[in-house]
């Protein structure tokens, strides 16, 4: 019994080790980060792999919004479906005015089994200086 057990333990050790993984291949990745991070995080993803959304209203974003940013209102009755077209293998950035939609749709993409999707925390209202803005239309 003994020596089952010497052989074993190192065994579960790595079985152990395999599930606490953050390597995972295929991991889905979930962040939020402040302005700085995700204004570099988008710079150094590869352009033909990202989408940036800005989920708030058409108003707002007309007033202010991200370079290259697609606008689907998360006040849309629709919103969940438009999100369900997407494809859910690219990156995401997404942003709202202040996070709070922006963390709700989130949560909406982790359902809907999206890949990689950066939230930013504190929205477009925070460090509007660390990202790259387009000119209002």
Do not use: W
Not at 48 to 64: C, F, G, N, S, V
């Amino acid at each position: 019994m003994k020596t089952a057990a010497v052989f074993l333990l190192p065994l579960l050790g790595f079985s152990v080790a395999c599930i606490n993984s953050n390597a995972t291949p295929g991991a889905e990745i979930f962040q939020d980060l402040p302005a700085r991070d995700f204004a570099e995080k988008i710079k150094n993803a590869p352009a033909d792999k990202y989408t940036i959304l800005d989920i708030r209203t058409k108003a707002e974003y007309d007033q202010i919004h991200l370079k290259d940013a697609v606008n689907l209102d998360f006040y849309a009755s629709d919103f969940r479906s438009q999100l369900d077209q997407l494809d859910k293998t690219r990156i995401y950035f997404i942003y709202c005015r202040s996070g709070k939609r922006s963390g709700n749709a989130v949560k909406i993409m982790k359902q809907l089994k999206f890949k990689e999707v950066y939230n930013l925390a504190g929205g477009i209202s925070t460090d509007t200086d660390q990202l790259p803005l387009a000119a209002a239309d």
